[in-house]
């Protein structure tokens, strides 16, 4: 009996659990739900198999919590089926050589054994690397460690969201930006590839929606929107890459994708989980790499563990617009239009009234 009515207290956390992101707010303690979605899945799924096992199914009672329990772990398990085998490709294969090989790694600002993540990245030899979370120690050694990427560009800081582009293919305009927050960088670059052949760069790292961070996620989500504006302004291949501290599955990155026209490399493939590399069981997808319909893959993975609290996550591309109508997305609705705006404006109001509290306690 004591079983019993655990599994029926934990069936009814399964169901808040899974309700809770659903609220349109953005507060932060509702927007955190949406990151261990995986494992609340796995534990419904327990939950379900352990009560069948246990226990015949006679009353009243249990066929509704069974009912309800089922109901729950269907509606967790679609939102996650993408990233499994069942869902076709969103980024075809390719048999071609690879144009470009692309990875990201967050170095954790504290992190010590700077040589392990060196390394580690160097084995996988991409042609361009993305640095977030770097400061100033992490710049000089990074500096000194990929003197074989030429192009460059950079903004470390020591709030934990500075970011370094190293390419070894020439790097057109690039520019850092802070479309958000002063001190929250973005790279924005053109990518020239070997063939001549050019490619819109966006490596962003919006803040995570915590409290000893940033309460809500409104800036989080508004810097994935201004960027997904501008790819879809692109008249060039985009490359989206960087740690999005959101989770493939969340509304706000759906949005993203949408309002951006494009495509995840992990649909059909796999988590590839990259946070918490310190963590076996709370592991979820943080870093990404979002592609426009032109490109196929070749290669995609993760990197093994370097000191930091997430993995690199790297992909092979290939780029073929001969082939991008067979998997172009669907244009994004004039519903999901006004959410991204909405999202944008909302910012941008908070923005207004925090330089206007600044003003006043200036005059103070």
């Known amino acids: 009996?004591?079983?019993?009515?655990?599994?029926?207290?934990?069936?009814?956390?399964?169901?808040?659990?899974?309700?809770?992101?659903?609220?349109?707010?953005?507060?932060?303690?509702?927007?955190?739900?949406?990151?261990?979605?995986?494992?609340?899945?796995?534990?419904?799924?327990?939950?379900?198999?352990?009560?069948?096992?246990?226990?015949?199914?006679?009353?009243?009672?249990?066929?509704?919590?069974?009912?309800?329990?089922?109901?729950?772990?269907?509606?967790?398990?679609?939102?996650?089926?993408?990233?499994?085998?069942?869902?076709?490709?969103?980024?075809?294969?390719?048999?071609?050589?690879?144009?470009?090989?692309?990875?990201?790694?967050?170095?954790?600002?504290?992190?010590?054994?700077?040589?392990?993540?060196?390394?580690?990245?160097?084995?996988?030899?991409?042609?361009?690397?993305?640095?977030?979370?770097?400061?100033?120690?992490?710049?000089?050694?990074?500096?000194?460690?990929?003197?074989?990427?030429?192009?460059?560009?950079?903004?470390?800081?020591?709030?934990?969201?500075?970011?370094?582009?190293?390419?070894?293919?020439?790097?057109?305009?690039?520019?850092?930006?802070?479309?958000?927050?002063?001190?929250?960088?973005?790279?924005?670059?053109?990518?020239?590839?070997?063939?001549?052949?050019?490619?819109?760069?966006?490596?962003?790292?919006?803040?995570?929606?915590?409290?000893q961070h940033n309460p809500s996620s409104t800036d989080r989500d508004a810097e994935m929107m201004k960027i997904a504006k501008l790819t879809r302004e692109s008249e060039l291949p985009v490359i989206v890459i960087g740690d999005f501290n959101d989770v493939a599955w969340s509304s706000t990155t759906s949005l993203f994708k949408n309002v951006g026209g494009l495509l995840d490399i992990r649909v059909g493939r796999g988590f590839y989980n990259t946070f918490n590399a310190k963590s076996f069981l709370m592991r979820w997808s943080l870093d990404h790499i979002f592609l426009t319909e032109e490109f196929r893959l070749k290669e995609i993975g993760t990197g093994g563990e370097t000191g930091s609290d997430h993995f690199p996550y790297y992909a092979s591309l290939s780029l073929e617009p001969e082939k991008a109508e067979e998997q172009k997305p669907d244009s994004p609705s004039p519903e999901q239009l006004k959410d991204a705006n909405e999202q944008i404006k909302e910012e941008e109001k908070e923005n207004k009234e925090k330089q206007q509290e600044k003003r006043e306690e200036q005059q103070s």
């Open 1 to 211: 009996m004591k079983l019993k009515r655990f599994l029926q207290g934990f069936g009814i956390i399964a169901v808040l659990l899974t309700l809770v992101p659903l609220i349109a707010a953005d507060y932060w303690w509702i927007r955190m739900f949406d990151y261990p979605h995986i494992q609340l899945t796995l534990l419904t799924l327990t939950a379900i198999s352990a009560y069948f096992i246990r226990f015949d199914i006679k009353r009243y009672e249990d066929y509704a919590f069974m009912i309800v329990l089922l109901a729950c772990f269907t509606f967790q398990f679609l939102k996650i089926a993408p990233y499994t085998p069942i869902t076709p490709y969103e980024i075809n294969k390719t048999k071609k050589q690879a144009d470009i090989k692309i990875l990201t790694a967050n170095v954790l600002q504290k992190n010590k054994e700077k040589d392990s993540l060196i390394n580690e990245v160097k084995k996988h030899k991409p042609d361009v690397i993305v640095f977030t979370e770097t400061d100033a120690a992490w710049q000089n050694a990074i500096s000194k460690g990929f003197k074989e990427y030429p192009y460059r560009s950079e903004a470390p800081l020591d709030n934990t969201y500075g970011m370094l582009v190293y390419s070894k293919l020439p790097l057109i305009d690039p520019e850092v930006k802070y479309i958000v927050d002063d001190s929250i960088p973005s790279v924005h670059a053109k990518i020239e590839l070997k063939n001549g052949e050019k490619i819109q760069l966006f490596a962003i790292h919006p803040t995570p929606p915590m409290p």
